[in-house]
């Protein structure tokens, strides 16, 4: 037996179709008096029985427009309440993603400036062997991500390296090139910071924005905004001012000698230009391939480690024989690692939250928190007006590089 009709045969309730309730009269309702609200209506539309019009006295109403319409306005409500979560929730993202990058870069460059320049006795830790141990690191916890990704199966594991790694031996001798030039920079960053105090490499280091414009354009054809050249020129302005030498620059590195200075500023700037070519030959072979970024870290850990190896044997073999390959190694030493090693990868998880905007701030940040850090704690830099200048045009400087101007439509054209 099928069940009655909500409505009426036109889809509208009238007196005729209004029947009698229990304890109610029998008269029909005039029409004066059948003014119902659509709100009593959506108020008692749950209370329905066999017909809606049993329970309301309603004249002419349409019934389906209302319930269609409060169908459409739940609906409406409810993209609204979804995209108000998810704009909070990207909104938190970002957020932990300014935290993250600024406590991963800031602490990497103090606690490896403090390592490297901190007096303890015995031998200290050789810079090669902490590279290889971080790229040993780096490729056990992208092994851990994609057993993650494989589903917690090793079968499935072994089948993505198999398929992904050893039989693709062409794809994977391309990263052979950034990684030894990565490999490389990270040695670099060690002796530059033996050199150099945190603000000053800090700052120092932000021409890497600088070489990797220019390789973007000579190896990717990138075309530069006109913000994006004049931001290069304040670069370079800014860290040719913090690299400008002064009375009291000089009374506080009257421990260093000049040619140690020159050693640093040399190592950093080489880590700059190695920084910017491989950055981009990475972001150039990523591009042609779709392999994802945990598999090609592997890769270029594999090929990290051995040249790693190979750079401990022929520069500090000879010390290795005699104190062991973690000779001066403490705790700071164990934390420089572990940032070394889970800090390009965090910051590759975090990434895609975090704008150009936000990497701006980040990179302020940085330079900010170093250069108190440096002249509270560490006790080896202090800021002059000259050094402050140039800082503040580095800012500028990558802020305006990561300015992109909204396009203002033309009224006319409409």
């Not at 309730?13 to 003014?35: F, M, Y």
């Not at 790229?135 to 494989?150: G, N």
């Not at 030498?245 to 009374?251: F, L, S, V």
């Amino acid at each position: 037996m099928s069940s009655p009709s909500l409505l009426g045969s036109n889809g509208h309730c009238s007196e005729r179709t209004l029947r009698k309730l229990p304890g109610q009269p029998t008269a029909p309702i005039p029409q004066s008096q059948a003014k119902s609200t659509t709100s009593l209506i959506r108020r008692r539309v749950s209370l329905a029985g066999p017909t809606i019009c049993d329970y309301f006295p309603v004249a002419n109403l349409d019934i389906s427009r209302v319930l269609n319409s409060d169908a459409k306005a739940a609906d409406v409500l409810g993209k609204q309440n979804l995209a108000n979560k998810s704009g909070n929730m990207s909104l938190n993202l970002k957020y932990i993603s300014l935290g993250v990058l600024v406590f991963q870069t800031t602490s990497l460059v103090l606690t490896m400036r403090y390592s490297r320049t901190f007096k303890e006795e015995g031998p200290r830790y050789l810079a090669s062997t902490a590279v290889v141990i971080a790229e040993m690191m780096k490729i056990a916890a992208c092994l851990l991500l994609v057993y993650k990704d494989s589903n917690y199966s090793f079968k499935a594991l072994n089948r993505v390296l198999k398929d992904e790694i050893i039989n693709k031996p062409m794809d994977t001798l391309k990263l052979a090139i950034p990684s030894g030039i990565y490999t490389l920079q990270n040695n670099l960053l060690y002796v530059a910071l033996s050199n150099l105090d945190a603000a000053t490499y800090q700052v120092t280091y932000q021409l890497k924005v600088l070489t990797t414009a220019f390789f973007s354009v000579t190896m990717l054809g990138k075309n530069l905004g006109v913000y994006q050249w004049l931001s290069l020129l304040i670069l370079m302005a800014g860290v040719a001012l913090v690299q400008w030498p002064t009375d009291t620059m000089e009374e506080v590195k009257q421990e260093l000698s000049a040619g140690s200075q020159f050693v640093g500023l040399i190592a950093v700037l080489s880590a700059c230009l190695s920084s910017g070519f491989a950055g981009v030959y990475f972001e150039k072979i990523l591009k042609g391939t779709k392999q994802s970024v945990w598999i090609r870290n592997i890769q270029l850990g594999l090929f990290g480690s051995i040249f790693g190896i190979m750079g401990v044997y022929v520069y500090d073999g000879q010390r290795v024989k005699e104190h062991g390959l973690f000779q001066g190694y403490n705790k700071f030493t164990w934390i420089v690692v572990t940032l070394q090693a889970l800090g390009g990868l965090v910051i590759a998880a975090v990434i895609k939250y975090a704008d150009n905007i936000l990497k701006g701030f980040a990179t302020s940040l940085s330079i900010i928190l170093s250069t108190l850090i440096s002249y509270f704690w560490l006790q080896d830099f202090v800021p002059t007006s000259v050094f402050f200048f140039g800082a503040i045009l580095v800012i500028i400087a990558t802020f305006l590089y990561g300015y992109e101007p909204k396009n203002i439509s033309d009224p006319s054209k409409a």
